[in-house]
């Protein structure tokens, strides 16, 4: 089964941005590590990120003929995007939301995610192993 892993503005910077927050890890890092331990189930992701609110929900488009799931990590967006919100929600494919950081223990203003209700779960505070999760959540549902 193809996913699509999406992520949103300023996850470019990992490995930069605040470690302690966000772990040592490079996106491509992330990247490299969920591919492979997926790659004996058979599975494959497609990644991509971007800064820009119209490409992620353009990218989203785009899943409903190649994906069967979403990982969505949206970034700042989580928080205040309408806009992403539904384009998940009209795309009808199973999506998960991913943080790496506790978003629940931060700001307040971060305590809020407006893409929740339209994705099967939320997985947070767990650094890159939150995408894992997501992805694994996403095979049980599917199978
Ligand atoms: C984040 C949490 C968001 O609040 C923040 O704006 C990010 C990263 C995370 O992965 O912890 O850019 O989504």
Known sequence: MKFFVINGPNLNLLGLRDPKL?????????EEWLNEHQKTEGHSFLWFQSNHEGEIIDHIHKS??????????????????????DAIASVNI?????????????????????????CIAQYFGLKKLSYLKGFKKLINTLI
């Open 94 to 118: 199973p999506t998960v939301e991913v943080h790496l950081s506790d978003i629940h223990s931060r700001e307040d203003f971060r305590k809020k995610s407006v893409i929740k209700d339209v």
């Open 64 to 85: 409903i003929d190649n994906a069967k799931g979403i990982i969505i990590n949206p970034g700042a967006f989580t928080h205040y995007s309408y806009a992403i919100r």
């Open 22 to 30: 966000y772990g040592k890890d490079t996106l491509l890092d992330i």
